[in-house]
C-alpha cells in the first residue's frame, strides 16, 4: 500500500465529515465570536474550507506563504461549500497521482522570504491533516454554542443518535 493510498483513505473519512459540518454553520453568524481573542465564526468555517487546499499544495510541493494568503471574509454556506467540494476533490486527486518519492521531498512555510519551518511533505501533511482536525473540532464547540445541532462526526452527537 502506498503512502498515498494511506492518505486517501484517511481523507475518505475526514472529508466527508467536515463537510457534514460545514452544512451546519450558519451564514448570518460570521462575525460572532465565543471571545474577544476567539477567530470569528465565519473565518474559522473559512479556515477549514480551505485547508484541503494547503493538502493538496503539501503534496505538489508548492510552499504556503502566509504573505500572500487571500485573507478571511464572511461567506455564506453555500459558497463555503463550493470551495471546500473543490479543495477536498484536489487534495484526493493529487493523493491519487502521488507516487511514494514525493512525499521525502521538502516543503515550506514562508512569511514572504523568511522561511518559518520546513519538513518532508510526509510528515507536514499529517501534520495539516491533525491540524484540520483541530479546527473542525472548534468549530464544532463555535456550533454548540449558537446552539446549533452537531452531525456525528466519529460517531453519535447528544442531537444526533
Known amino acids: ?3 498515498a493510498h494511506d492518505f ?3 481523507l475518505d473519512y475526514e472529508l466527508p465529515a467536515t463537510r457534514r459540518l460545514l452544512e451546519r454553520v450558519p451564514s448570518d453568524k460570521g462575525p460572532w465570536k465565543p471571545h474577544e481573542k476567539s477567530s470569528a465564526l465565519g473565518h474559522l468555517a473559512q479556515l477549514v474550507t480551505r485547508m484541503p487546499g494547503v493538502m493538496a499544495d503539501v503534496v505538489r510541493g508548492i510552499d ?3 504573505a500572500v494568503g487571500p485573507g478571511y471574509t464572511f461567506e455564506a454556506t453555500e459558497t463555503l461549500l463550493r470551495e471546500f467540494d473543490a479543495h477536498a476533490k484536489a ?3 493529487v493523493l491519487r497521482h ?3 518519492e514525493d512525499f521525502a ?3 515550506s512555510l514562508r512569511y514572504g522570504d523568511q522561511v518559518l519551518d520546513t519538513g518532508r511533505r510526509k510528515d507536514v501533511l499529517r501534520n495539516t491533516i491533525n491540524h484540520f482536525v483541530h479546527h473542525r473540532g472548534q468549530l464544532t464547540v463555535y456550533l454548540r454554542l449558537n446552539d446549533v445541532p452537531l452531525p456525528s462526526l466519529y460517531g453519535p452527537t447528544a442531537d444526533e443518535k
Open 105 to 107: 521531498l521538502s516543503w
Open 91 to 93: 487534495a484526493v486527486e
Open 1 to 3: 500500500m502506498s503512502i
Open 98 to 100: 502521488a507516487k511514494d
Open 64 to 66: 504556503l506563504d502566509l
Open 8 to 10: 486517501i483513505s484517511e
